[in-house]
């Protein structure tokens, strides 16, 4: 599982808003991220650059898988990893009680 990010999303959001605001006022986008990052406390500017990466993959300006479509596959990995687990367990089951029914019964 992973860890719970200590940015909330309101804060992400306002990152990546002042980054796409503000990104034609520097030389280069990296620079604009930089610099935004260091004035709002984010540790890393990688940090902020794949925010900013993110939602432009959510909104379509940049293709990729949206997170909703991430989660909705994490979601059917999860599900068919259990449902697999549960075959498993049947098949050995069904070998148990087929072995039972073959042995011959004492009288």
Known sequence: ??????????FRDRAVRLVLEQREEYASEFEA??????????????TLRKWVR????????RPGVTSAEHEKIKALQRENAEL???NEIL??????FGAELDRPGRR
């Open 1 to 10: 599982m992973a860890r719970p990010s200590k940015y909330n999303k309101e």
């Open 91 to 96: 098949k050995a089951a069904a070998a148990f």
């Open 33 to 46: 991220i930089r610099s935004i990052a260091g004035k709002l406390g984010i540790g890393s500017a990688e």
């Open 54 to 61: 993110r939602a432009e993959i959510d909104s379509g300006a």
């Open 84 to 86: 697999r687990r549960a």
